[in-house]
């Protein structure tokens, strides 16, 4: 019997494809998840296991092309699927463009003459040209773009909202058609590993291989697994180490930070490959030292979501990132919980640092005074020269460790390391009332954003439902298009005291159990109801029931403390000693 992997590039896609497996009885179908170089190797580790056929999605897809020689089966875009997609993004008030290979865009184009949908459709040639055409839309005054994986990963690294184009159940059986013709073609075609690849996939060094084209045409294991979620290509640093080393047909050294550490790339030409390694510099020594990666967290990748929301108030907060991240002075920024505070400044560290510097948090809720001290010594402000800092919930710090970190401040002012911080909204009560140091305040916001709740900017609520649909459309399917008008009311009458995060997890909870293509009333009043019922304040006599698993009683805990606290994550997450998304994490 043909032995098949089906290997899908975002979650959505595995569930439909488990559905279909029940119903195939003549091909042993075996679903991996794996985008991009995570899906190539996987299906290199297959190809030893005597797969017969891979199947997978778009830019995935061809890159398991160049790296087996089993035959790969492409599940092509059908024009179900485009047309899916676009009933999803009509509800958009944003100008939209759908970018991709001829075989999306063509049927795409007709599609959206046909309903007189004003959407843009740009076909491409090359994954190459994904970048430049989505900075040119966006010169354009583009914000939504739709396409394919790689597409979608550009999209939200320009800062744009990216819309992915799910395949559905007939695109798959279709892919299921072909690759029983290609088993019968190829049969049972299996190659040789050659020695050579063993040898380099046992190498402690992550090794890479570009071809003239500056195209990758070989990783080993340990690039795959240290580098599978970037792109490396799309790298405009390695890209340029590339396309130097080919130029000058001499070796290049750079030094970059990626993964939480820094990388020594070293490149050189063989014949006419680039072969680039990749060796670890300067291992983290500060993260073992201090041990608690709670309080402090060290990031390689931060989160690419474009701001949204059309208000005044929102479009002065977006001008204000924008200025900032032109200077290198700290900025301040206050508001209440939950509500974009770290969104802001992920966003000006990577208009600042393009994630080439580190990118530090000190949960200052949770942080020790000697943690702060070991930290933040001599050795840290050298390796971390040009890094930003972010002190998030920095009003929680305790008056003598406030003191602490104005003198370290001091000391080091001379130094290029720079400061984010975020807080509520009292802090000018808290310096009134001596709780609050004033010449750490100076220091800490030179510049000052304040983001206003979001029951002060109802009408943002619209464009954040849909942000989030969308986003959560790959992860969890492609069921859930849009959501009716009365039941965006309902969202937009509540008060939303944890601001767009509570929002993002309501609109979670309804794609999950949405019954239908749209969010309905009746599904938003439940879950509002739901939510006013633990506003209310908790009753304490209320056992905890033991009967559970651990993390069923752990999670009980969680709510009874949540609910104690007046639903105030931060408090809540303080007095439970961990950090904010831990105690997300936990109530998932
Ligand atoms: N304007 C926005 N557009 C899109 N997503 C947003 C926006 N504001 C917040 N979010 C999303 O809402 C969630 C909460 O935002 P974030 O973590 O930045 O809040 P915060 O103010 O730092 O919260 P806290 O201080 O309570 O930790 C994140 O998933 C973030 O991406």
């Known amino acids: 019997m043909m032995k098949a992997l089906v290997i899908v590039p975002y979650e959505g896609l595995l569930e439909l494809m488990k559905e279909i497996q029940q119903e195939v009885e003549d091909i042993q179908l075996h679903i991996e998840l794996g985008n991009l170089y995570e899906g190539v190797a996987i299906a290199k580790d297959a190809e030893q296991h005597g797969y017969h056929v891979i199947i997978s999605r778009g830019g995935t897809a061809s890159m398991i092309q160049e790296a087996v020689s089993i035959p790969v089966i492409d599940i092509q875009v059908s024009g179900y699927d485009v047309l899916r997609i676009l009933t999803l993004v009509k509800g958009f008030s944003r100008k939209a463009a759908i970018v991709g290979f001829s075989n999306i865009t063509q049927g795409a184009a007709t599609i959206c003459e046909l309903l007189d949908l004003d959407i843009k459709t740009l076909t491409i040639t090359k994954d190459s040209e994904v970048t430049e055409t989505l900075a040119n839309l966006k010169n354009l005054g583009y914000e939504v773009i739709i396409g394919d994986v790689v597409t979608v990963q550009s999209a939200k690294q320009l800062g744009l909202t990216g819309v992915l184009i799910t395949s559905g159940k007939e695109a798959i059986l279709d892919a299921l058609e072909e690759a029983r013709r290609s088993y019968h073609l190829f049969s049972r075609l299996q190659q040789d590993v050659s020695i050579f690849q063993a040898i380099l996939d046992g190498n402690e060094q992550a090794i890479a291989v570009f071809n003239k084209e500056e195209a990758l045409v070989y990783a080993n294991e340990r690039f795959n697994q240290e580098f599978q979620w970037m792109k490396i290509e799309s790298s405009p640093d390695l890209k340029k180490i590339i396309h130097e080393t080919a130029l000058t047909r001499e070796k290049q050294t750079i030094t970059l930070h990626m993964n939480h550490v820094f990388w020594k790339i070293t490149t050189c030409l063989k014949e006419d490959s680039i072969i680039m390694y990749f060796d670890k510099n300067l291992p983290d020594q500060v993260m073992a030292q201090n041990g608690d990666a709670n309080a402090i967290e060290f990031h390689t990748s931060v989160s690419f979501t474009p701001f949204s929301g059309k208000t005044e108030q929102i479009q002065k907060v977006l001008k ?85 970190l104005s003198q370290i401040l001091t000391q080091n002012e001379a130094k290029k390391l720079q400061w984010l911080a975020s807080s509520e909204d009292n802090i000018e009560e808290k310096m009134k009332g001596g709780l609050f140091d004033r010449v750490l305040y100076a220091a800490l916001a030179e510049l000052k954003i304040q983001i206003p709740p979001l029951r002060e900017r109802r009408s943002d609520i619209e464009d954040l439902v849909h942000v989030f649909i969308s986003e959560f459309h790959p992860k969890y399917g492609n069921k859930v298009v849009g959501i009716r008008q009365d039941a965006l009311e309902e969202l937009k009458n509540y008060d939303w005291p944890g601001n767009v995060q509570q929002l993002k997890q309501v609109i979670e909870q309804l794609f999950l159990e949405a019954s239908s293509y749209y969010i309905e009333k009746n599904e938003v009043e439940a879950v509002l109801k739901q939510l006013k019922q633990q506003e209310k304040p908790a009753d304490p006599l209320t056992p905890i029931d033991l009967s559970g698993t651990l993390e069923e009683i752990e999670k009980q805990v969680i709510v009874k403390v949540l609910e104690e606290e007046g639903m105030n994550q931060s408090k809540a997450a303080k007095r439970l000693g961990i950090n904010r998304s831990t105690l997300w994490r936990k109530l998932k």
């Open 320 to 404: 204000q990132i924008d200025q900032y991240s032109k200077s290198e002075a700290s900025v301040w920024i206050s508001g209440e919980e939950g509500i974009g505070k770290e969104l802001a400044v992920h966003t000006i560290y990577l208009n600042r640092k393009k994630m080439k510097e580190a990118f530090i948090t000190l949960h200052c809720d949770i942080v020790s005074e000697e943690q702060l001290k070991n930290l933040l010594n001599e050795a840290f402000f050298e390796r971390y020269a040009n890094g930003v800092v972010y002190l998030k919930n920095i009003d929680q710090l305790s008056p003598s460790m406030q003191k602490e």
